[in-house]
């Protein structure tokens, strides 16, 4: 354990990596942490960091120990694509730069060792930790996850109202022309929206999504093309 901290309201150890691990060795030190009951933040080496070169901004090769030691936070959701799945979190440390780097919602895009997330940079000097789990906490996360809570919350009242609406359409029960209007427009507007990869225009009229980017190919340019 590199540092341990007992503020009486925190207990939480910090455990830096500069090397990947053998097997027996990661085997012995997952046993001990379970054990133990300890929580422990994983931290690499900024060293140890292998960005993939088609996709620099977001997407990295991970190694054994890193995907070993990969950690689902809460602030994960904060920058969550995808809806049904959610990824983990790795933090790297560059004591040169004095900068702190944490990929968040990392997920497998191509087995076994390519993931896609957000990544986040701050300087030593600015990083947050939480009072209570001692986890690391990049400024405006705090705020990013209010927001997706909001908008996921958001989502979830609307899809309820509409499955509600369809059971009473479908049950017999009269729908005014106003409920179905707006049940309509809520459907509409749950359509996903891209900015187009060729001409640049915001549109939902598209060919093909990309999920991950929010871009797309718009219909007019394929059919240009």
């Not at 991950?212 to 007019?220: A, H, K």
Request: aromatic share 10%.
């Amino acid at each position: 354990m590199d540092c341990w901290v007992d503020t009486g309201e925190t207990h939480c150890g910090y455990w830096i990596f500069d090397r990947r691990l053998p097997p027996a060795e990661r085997e012995i030190l997952q046993a001990s942490i379970t054990e133990n009951n300890i929580s422990v933040q994983w931290v690499f080496h900024v060293d140890v960091l292998k960005r993939d070169l088609a996709e620099p901004k977001t997407r990295l090769h991970l190694t054994t120990t890193e995907r070993t030691f990969l950690q689902i936070s809460n602030f994960d959701r904060a920058w969550q694509k995808h809806y049904e799945h959610l990824g983990g979190s790795l933090h790297y440390i560059d004591s040169n730069q004095e900068i702190f780097i944490t990929y968040r919602d990392l997920r497998r895009v191509h087995a076994p060792q390519l993931f896609a997330g957000t990544r986040l940079e701050t300087a030593l000097s600015e990083l947050l930790i939480h009072t209570q789990t001692g986890e690391f906490i990049h400024p405006g996360e705090v705020a990013q996850l209010r927001k997706r809570e909001l908008e996921i919350e958001q989502h979830r009242q609307a899809a309820a109202h509409r499955i509600r609406l369809g059971k009473e359409f479908f049950s017999g029960r009269s729908i005014h022309t106003g409920q179905l209007n707006q049940f309509q427009n809520e459907k509409q507007s749950f359509e996903k929206i891209g900015c187009c990869r060729l001409c640049g225009e915001t549109t939902s009229d598209w060919v093909t999504y990309y999920g991950e980017t929010q871009e797309c190919v718009c219909r007019n340019c394929k059919n240009q093309n």
